[in-house]
């Protein structure tokens, strides 16, 4: 894949910072859902997992989340668990390909790059790490804290107005003003929409929902992933 008419669309005044969700944007599905199936398969933890899925009906996914890793932060050592997890062959095939391609060159590139995703963070960058993308000091992994061994309660899942928040603060750290930089965000989620109010410019991964589309272009002028793909190739 070219790039080299990227710098076109660079701003020569502005610093750019490029913000990536995971789950549905540079990955085709939800990571954790694959790891679930993993885990279903490798350790026995069967019955715990069906019953989980089965209240998740009631309960939402969300509080059945929580349930299920500080149950299993108890009994494994998950960041091992994602590594083991992340080495599985088939899980690099759901990435989707042309996007990952763009983030791993900016990545090389050395322009500053934020993944901000609702995921653990752990699980993350455990597969970024398998696929030769570490965190350096103008990348950076934002996602849920894993909860930790005895912990009797869940941190709040990174997602929504949270995620606009942190992005907030880590550029606040930077020391540079909003109004001085271009923020490229790429999403595919209605939670996104906090984040779109911080970027100039926001693209839209959902390539086959019209309905949000239309949605995104009217309040945040976003544009559709392929389009932007095509100005840089």
């Known amino acids: 894949m070219k790039m080299s008419s990227f710098p076109k669309i660079k701003n020569q005044k502005n610093e750019n910072i490029f913000i990536f969700d995971f789950d549905g944007t540079l990955f085709r599905y939800d990571l954790l859902i694959f790891y679930l199936i993993h885990h279903f398969f490798a350790y026995n933890d069967k019955f715990f997992l069906v019953r989980s899925f089965i209240s998740a009906y009631d309960q939402g996914l969300t509080s059945i989340r929580k349930k299920i890793f500080l149950n299993f932060s108890n009994k494994y050592e998950l960041t091992t668990c994602f590594e083991n997890f992340s080495r599985t062959f088939y899980v690099r095939y759901f990435l989707r390909k042309k996007l990952f391609l763009f983030f791993k060159k900016l990545n090389k590139d050395n322009e500053t790059v934020f993944i901000v995703t609702a995921n653990y963070q752990e699980l993350v960058k455990a597969f970024l790490e398998e696929n030769d993308i570490f965190e350096r000091e103008n990348f950076k992994i934002v996602g849920t804290e894993l909860p930790k061994k005895n912990q009797l309660s869940h941190k709040k899942i990174l ?31 209605y939670e996104d929409k906090y984040l779109c109010t911080l970027a100039r410019h926001n693209i839209l991964v959902s390539i086959y929902n019209r309905k949000k589309m239309k949605f995104f272009k009217k309040n945040f002028n976003a544009i559709f992933y392929n389009d932007f793909m095509k100005k840089i190739s």
């Open 159 to 189: 997602k929504g107005k949270f995620k606009a928040k942190k992005i907030s603060h880590l550029i606040k750290e930077k020391k540079i003003k909003i109004s001085d930089i271009d923020i490229y965000n790429f999403f595919d989620d």
